[in-house]
């Protein structure tokens, strides 16, 4: 049977399927479906220091193959979620990831440094990189310099390996990569939604409040995996996959371009329990083609 581990370098996971944040809620949501501790890790929806309502609704739009979410980093605060992820502890032994937020570069260590302190979180992903939140500095994903000096200080701040979630949006994505790799991210992930449009031809308006929005789901599949190549080439720490996963031969494609690891999402929404469909299938597809382990094949795309 072949060995599902996925090394990041600073840790192992059991497998490479992460749950990723904003699409798995708090994991105690899922508990109903699963037993957690089949999946590699979970990523918390993205926490601020405080509580925030996030956008007006309408939040979620259905496009084909993909989904446009304006969340808006709705959350419940940095001590709230202390509490849930207490609580989840007592019934999960999953590696618990958290997503940290800022409206400024003060506010990203600041709470990186709460989480940081915590002996149930094996690790941080800083959100450099979401589209839909207007104020503040939600977004230093777009430029090199930011990100360069945001993840030095959140790196001075904290005691746990840190992971930088990176935008699709940027102009130059690969340049980004290696500004966190260069202040000292022990890993990037990769990609986070790419800005879409959709709009109300009857009102003639945008769908959403802040007219643009985040395109997630098997739809930017192609874009996102180009990404995660051209990034894996540039970069020497681990690259953690995203974008349009719903199958184990989707996450196997993310390995083969180089990828350490990936994480699900979109498919989180409409198949509960889809983790546990795709390491099955990520078992099966090593197995039909005599893959013993992911680094025979990690980073072997002929190009």
Sequence with gaps: MADLSANLGFC?????????????????EFLPFYDLDILGAIVMKGIFKEPRPGNPPPRLHETPAGLLNSIGLAGPGSGK???????????????VIVNVCGEDDGEFAEVAGIFSAMDEVAMLELNISCPNVKKGGACPAQ????????VRRVKERIRKPLIVKLSPNAADIVAVAQAAEEAGADAVSLVNTFLGL????DKRQSVFANTLAGLSGPAIKPLALKLVWEVCRQVRIPV?????ITSGRDVLDYILVGAAAVQIGTVNFYEPAAAVRIIGEIQAEMDK????DLSEIRGQLQA
């Design 198 to 201: 959709a709009v109300d031809l």
């Design 240 to 244: 953690i996959g995203m974008g349009g």
């Design 143 to 150: 430029d090199a310099k930011h990100t360069f000096r945001l």
């Design 289 to 292: 083609l005599k893959i013993k």
């Design 81 to 95: 979620l202390q509490e849930i992820i207490r609580r989840l502890r007592a019934k999960t032994t999953v590696p």
């Design 12 to 28: 192992t996971l059991k497998n490479p399927v992460i749950t990723a944040s904003g699409t798995f809620g708090y994991g105690e």
